[in-house]
């Protein structure tokens, strides 16, 4: 989304902050381990890689938390490529896209 910042964190939390001023917006909670990754989409989606072997999908205005992925192995990297599918980099070298 325009004019925000996320970062992912050791609690398993992610904050959201306004880029103009760096004030925090909001805390998104939901991951059981480390969030390594972040990914936003073209429409404002944010999608979240964890320690904890999930991606989350999230409404990157209202911070609503869209749906769980499970996969069978913790998260690295997150990217989105030029067409559209997420791909997602996991720690045994295995990578997933959607």
Known sequence: V??????????????????????LLRTLQSHTDSVACLAVGADGTLFSGSDDSTVRVWCGVSGTLRYTVTID??????????????????WNGQITVW
Do not use: F
Not at 5 to 23: F, K, L, N, Q
Not at 73 to 90: F, H, M, N, R, V
């Open 73 to 90: 192995t913790p998260l690295s990297s997150l990217a989105i490529g030029q067409d559209g599918k997420l791909y997602a980099g996991s």
């Open 2 to 23: 325009d004019g925000t910042v996320y970062s992912g964190s050791d609690d398993a939390t992610i904050r959201v902050w306004a880029a103009e001023d760096g004030r």
